[in-house]
């Protein structure tokens, strides 16, 4: 994978790995003076309170964004990227089986929470969209 980048504040590490930005602009927005895309460096952590940085990294859509408590070091990131991590898997002639906690916002709006293990239909067929019922097997 490609480089990854890092600016401290001496508390807190903002971590950034270019190749993943989607450029949604979250972090520009919601914290405009740390995340300065004109200028360099664009990530001036020195301007902001540690805890606002960190709130901000955590809304990063792509994942480009991460950091770790210099207290506690960068091993951090990989232990709670793993324990917040979901599995997809494809399932042949199946639906997508989703495993891990997710929240379902459906068009109508409604909202429900999955806890565990979640089919979703890929075939169109199901009677109980976006889920899976098995209605490819008939």
């Not at 360099?40 to 709130?55: G, L, R």
Request: charged share 25%; proline share 6%.
């Amino acid at each position: 994978m490609g480089k990854t980048k890092e600016y401290s504040n001496g508390e807190v590490t903002v971590l950034w790995k270019p190749e993943l930005c989607i450029h949604s602009a979250k972090c520009v927005h919601n914290l405009p003076e740390v995340f300065k895309p004109k200028e360099k460096p664009w990530v001036q952590v020195a301007n902001s309170n540690t805890e606002a940085i960190i709130n901000t990294v955590k809304a990063c859509p792509s994942g480009a964004l991460s950091h770790y408590l210099n207290a506690i070091g960068p091993a951090t990131v990989d232990r709670e990227t793993k324990k917040e991590m979901m599995r997809i898997e494809i399932m042949e002639n199946g639906p997508l089986m989703v495993y891990g906690a997710i929240s379902i916002v459906h068009d109508d709006g409604r909202e429900e929470q999955k806890a565990r293990a979640t089919a979703f239909c890929r075939c169109g067929q199901s009677g109980n969209q976006p889920f899976c019922d098995g209605s490819h097997k008939m």
